[in-house]
Structures are given as structure tokens and as C-alpha cells.
């Protein structure tokens, strides 16, 4: 038969019938058909039965239902979800770059075109990463300088709760005053009160990069669909969002570096920032330009935001209440500062290994919140294969952190915080290679692990120890729900905000 001789009914049956044996024979060689998962709609995935503010609840569920591998659908992107703690070892450590990347976010690359957190593993993000991490390292926990500026931001601290009397707090308040005054002095190397402009500028910029990350927008379409971005009149409010924010970031970064690079002392480094500016000018690729350039320099200043700020935050508002929640554990932790110290003591980074039970109860707390459930969502780059399963290229990849770290198999009392978890039968903390410490995973692990987990906890620490010394602290008036599970999800679990009092002790 001629090709004439064909009716349009038959040239389309055809077209249509080869279409559906292409998507059959593309259906059959997708690796990701073999990894179970809750059974989902055609085009639309499982996208109705999942509540994004509900979902570290609903892949707990279905993780107790699957086992260490699982997938859900949202539409038609697949998501693979590593429920144990052998598989997330595989996938982060054990097949090296293959599953480091980042989904890209085309919201945040608008006004973050490459930093540590955001960027998929290239040369850039190693290269900006080596610097973050080193001049973590140089400025780190320990630091004579930063250890001064922290006394005094503990001395702010007290003043700040001292002058409020025995007005009500809300624990947001205090922690967000002293995690600002905290990234600040990382950065800049000064000392700063909790109303200085800088720490204000910090939070509002965390704000501005909360709102434009937030996977539960409309705006997240331009996510899934970046072209739409060149459509000035779609979503015009979070495009403006973005200019708005593009513009803050830059007006920021610029005062700060111009600031300092006219004030720069090589043998005198003030914070962070110091750091960015001798590589900027030290280290060059071979034409003579800096390896670090003026975007870089603004992505690293902004990890210190996007990484450091809300995570840091929420764990002491986390701590805070439950100190309230249960006023025994407060008593003991007071007791075993008070048994190593007169009331007069400045406690500092030196004395935390004679506070085991206070280290332990940290970690208790870290792990119960377990405020980044899925970490950061991973890429695959490259065609590669976790716990038996083939993984294509560019498939997001999720650790289930709260399920690890909530595991009933692990934990006992998986969803209470038991303050004595981590301590052995004398007392001591447990080595870090123990199984209960080694299947929190909450800070990531291998080439993309959070570079800020010692500064973090290390600044948790003085914080408590200082309140705890020196306060009472008392609930005032009805405490909100302190279960984790009721936790709203959104860019991360969030603890609510506690209205307190606190005392000043008398020893
Ligand atoms: C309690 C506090 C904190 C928690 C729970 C936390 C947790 C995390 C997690 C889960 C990741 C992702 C790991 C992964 O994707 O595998 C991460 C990455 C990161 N964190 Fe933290 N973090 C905290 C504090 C900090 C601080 C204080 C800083 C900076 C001063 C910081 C900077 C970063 C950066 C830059 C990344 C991106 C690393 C990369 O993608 O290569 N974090 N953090």
C-alpha cells in the first residue's frame, strides 16, 4: 500500500501506537520502576497523598513499610528516599561524587548564582567550598580572638535578659538575638549588641532566601520550569520577591567588603571576611584573576545566612523549651554545672568535657528535633546505584534523617527526650562511633556534611551553659506543643516560639 493511499485515521493510529510502545520500552528500562513505593496516579505521581507540611511524618510511615530504599512520585519526577542508615553511608560516603549534587533551584540561582549549600558538585562549589571549610578551620571553635568576642556576646546576652527584669521572653527573640550576634562575629570579627543593624540585616536576608527557597509556593513552579523566569508578568510578587532580595544581598555584600578590603591587616584578620579577602587577592587561576570572584565572595558570605542562621535558631528555641517542658531536666544540668563550677565561673569552650550529661542532652535534643529531616535534597550525577538499585543521572535523592534518628529499632522512646541517652553507665559520654551517636546523621556525613556542625555546637554550648548557670528558666503562661511530630514542615521542622521567664539563680 501507498503512503496516498493511508486515511488520516491510520497515520495517527500509528503515530500514537508508536508513542505508547516508545513510553512502554522507556517504562520498562527505568531502573527507578524497581524500588518499591506507594503506588501513584499516571502524569501526577503521588502528589495528592503527600502533605508537604506533614511529609517527615508520611515517610516515616511508608519508610516502616518499604525499608532502606524507597520512591515517591511527584508528578512525573521521581524522588528516591534512603531509609537506613547503611544505604545514606553508601550514597554519601562510599560512591564518592555520585550522589553529591543539588537539585537546581532556579528562585535561589537568580540571586545566588554559585555559593556552598545551593551549587551541584562542579569546580566552582569545590573550590568555594575548600575556602568556606578552611577559614571554618582558621576561625573556628577555639580561636583566642572569636573566643573573646563570644565572651562578650554571653556578657550581651545576660545584660539583655537582665534589663528585660521579669518580663515575659519569647524564646524566638533571645535566640535569634544571640545566633545574630554570633554569625555576625564570625564573619566580621566584632562584637555586636542584639539590636545592631548588622544582625538585623543578617534576619532579614534570611527571610528573603527563606522565601525565595520555599519549596511550598506557587513560585516553586519556576523551580520545576526556569524558562518561565524570562515571563516578567508570571507570579509577578515573587518575582519582585527576588529582585528585591538580589538587591539587598548585593547592596550588603558590597559595603561590607568594600569596608573591609579598605581596612584589611594581613597580620591582624578580624573575622571571616578577612579570610575571603586575603584569597581573593592571593589566590589567582593563570591569567592573573582571582580564583575567588565578587560572586563567589557573595554566595560564601551568604552560607553563613542560608546555612547558619535558622538552623542554629531553632535548636536553641528547640532547648529552651524543653527546659521548660520539664523542669527536672533543667535541675540536672544545673547540678552538674554547679558541681564543677562557682556560680562566678565564666564557663567557656574548655570546660565542656566536665559537663558530659549536658553534651549528651545536646545531642538528645539535636536528634529528637531532627530540624532537617530529609538533609539537604542530593542529585545524582552520573548513572550510579545505591543498596542494589541502578539510580540514574539527576535523580534527587533524599536521606531520611528523621526516620534514622527516630528508628524504634535504634531508639528506645524514640519520640521522648531521654537527656541521659548518650552517656555510658559511668557516666561518661558515648564514644562517636557508637551506634546510637552514629545513626543521627542530622548534620549530613562525607563531601557535602554541614561544615558548620562544630561552630554550631560549640556555640549551642556556651549559650545553654551560660543560661543555665546563671537562670531559672520558667514558662509564662501555656507552653505550645513540644511534639516533633506535630511540627509544621516547611524550609525545616520548626520548634514554636515559647513565652518565658527567666530568673536570676540564687547559689
Ligand atoms: C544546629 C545547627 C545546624 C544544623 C542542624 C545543620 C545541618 C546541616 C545539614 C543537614 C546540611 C546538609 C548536609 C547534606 O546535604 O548532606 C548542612 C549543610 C550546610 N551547613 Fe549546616 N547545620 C547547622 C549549622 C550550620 C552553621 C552554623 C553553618 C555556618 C556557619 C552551616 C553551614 C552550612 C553550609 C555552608 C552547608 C552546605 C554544605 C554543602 O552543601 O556542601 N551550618 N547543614
Known amino acids: 500500500m501507498e ?16 508513542m505508547l510502545i516508545y513510553l512502554i520500552i522507556k517504562w520498562l528500562k527505568d531502573p527507578i520502576r524497581k524500588i518499591p513505593g506507594p503506588r501513584g496516579l499516571p502524569f501526577l505521581g503521588n ?11 508520611q515517610f516515616y510511615e511508608l519508610a516502616k513499610k518499604f525499608g532502606a530504599v524507597m520512591k515517591v512520585k511527584v508528578f512525573t519526577v521521581p524522588i528516591v528516599v534512603l531509609n537506613s542508615r547503611e544505604a545514606c553511608m553508601e550514597a554519601l560516603i562510599k560512591t564518592g561524587t555520585d550522589f553529591q549534587g543539588r537539585p537546581p533551584l532556579a528562585r535561589v540561582f537568580r540571586i545566588i548564582p554559585k555559593d556552598v549549600g545551593f551549587t551541584t558538585m562542579n569546580s566552582d562549589h569545590s573550590f568555594l567550598r575548600r575556602t568556606f571549610t578552611k577559614t571554618m578551620k582558621a576561625y573556628g571553635p577555639g580561636v583566642a580572638h572569636l573566643e573573646g568576642i563570644m565572651q562578650d556576646t554571653i556578657q550581651e546576652m545576660t545584660e539583655e535578659i537582665n534589663r528585660r527584669g521579669d518580663q515575659v521572653i519569647n524564646t524566638a527573640d533571645l535566640c535569634s538575638g544571640y545566633v ?5 562575629s564570625m564573619m566580621f570579627g566584632e562584637k555586636y549588641s542584639f539590636d545592631d543593624e548588622v544582625c538585623q540585616m543578617l534576619h532579614k536576608m534570611n527571610k528573603q532566601l527563606i522565601a525565595a527557597a520555599d519549596p511550598f509556593t506557587a513560585g516553586a513552579l519556576f523551580d520545576f520550569f526556569p524558562f518561565l523566569l524570562k ?17 539587598v544581598f548585593n547592596d550588603f555584600v558590597k559595603t561590607k567588603t568594600e569596608q573591609f578590603r579598605d581596612s584589611y ?6 573575622g571571616c571576611l578577612d579570610y575571603f579577602i586575603e584569597i581573593q587577592q592571593k589566590e589567582l587561576d593563570k591569567d592573573g584573576k582571582p580564583l575567588l570572584d565578587n560572586e563567589g565572595m557573595k554566595g560564601l558570605l551568604l552560607d553563613f545566612i542560608s ?22 531536666l533543667q535541675k540536672d544540668l544545673q547540678a552538674e554545672i554547679d558541681s564543677q563550677f562557682e556560680p562566678t565561673h565564666k564557663i567557656t569552650l574548655k570546660d565542656r568535657e566536665k559537663l558530659p550529661q549536658l553534651e549528651s542532652y545536646m545531642l538528645e535534643s539535636l536528634r529528637y528535633l531532627s530540624q532537617t529531616p530529609f538533609l539537604v535534597p542530593h542529585m545524582t550525577i552520573r548513572d550510579t546505584g545505591v543498596a542494589g538499585y541502578k539510580i540514574p543521572a539527576n535523580t534527587i535523592v533524599l536521606m531520611n534523617s528523621f ?47 554541614c561544615p558548620g556542625e562544630l561552630f554550631a555546637k560549640s556555640r549551642i554550648f556556651l549559650f545553654l551553659s551560660n543560661i ?6 520558667e514558662p509564662a503562661g501555656e507552653l505550645p506543643d513540644h511534639d516533633v511530630r506535630k511540627y509544621p514542615m516547611s524550609i525545616l521542622l520548626a520548634t514554636p516560639s515559647a513565652k518565658v521567664r527567666l530568673t536570676r539563680r540564687q547559689h
Not at 502528589?47 to 511524618?57: D, E, K, M, S
Not at 515571563?231 to 538587591?247: C, G, R, S, V, W
Not at 591587616?265 to 578580624?270: A, S
Not at 531508639?411 to 557508637?434: A, I, M, Q
Open 47 to 57: 502528589v495528592l497523598a503527600l502533605n508537604p507540611t506533614n511529609v517527615h511524618n
Open 468 to 473: 543555665l548557670q546563671k537562670y531559672n528558666v
Open 231 to 247: 515571563f516578567k508578568f508570571l507570579f509577578p510578587k515573587t518575582q519582585q520577591t527576588l529582585e528585591d532580595a538580589n538587591q
Open 180 to 184: 545574630g550576634c554570633v554569625i555576625a
Open 307 to 328: 546555612g547558619g542562621l535558622e538552623t542554629s535558631q531553632n535548636s536553641l528555641r528547640q532547648m529552651l523549651l524543653d527546659l521548660v517542658a520539664d523542669l527536672t
Open 403 to 449: 526516620y534514622l534518628a527516630h528508628n524504634p529499632d535504634v531508639y528506645e522512646k524514640p519520640f521522648t527526650v531521654e537527656p541521659k541517652r548518650f552517656l555510658d553507665e559511668d557516666g561518661n559520654l558515648l564514644k562517636s562511633d557508637h551506634p546510637l551517636r552514629e545513626n543521627f546523621i542530622g548534620f549530613g556525613a562525607g563531601r557535602r556534611q
Open 3 to 18: 503512503l496516498g493511499d493511508l486515511t488520516v485515521t491510520q497515520i495517527l493510529l500509528t503515530v500514537v501506537g508508536g
Open 265 to 270: 591587616d594581613p597580620n591582624d584578620k578580624r
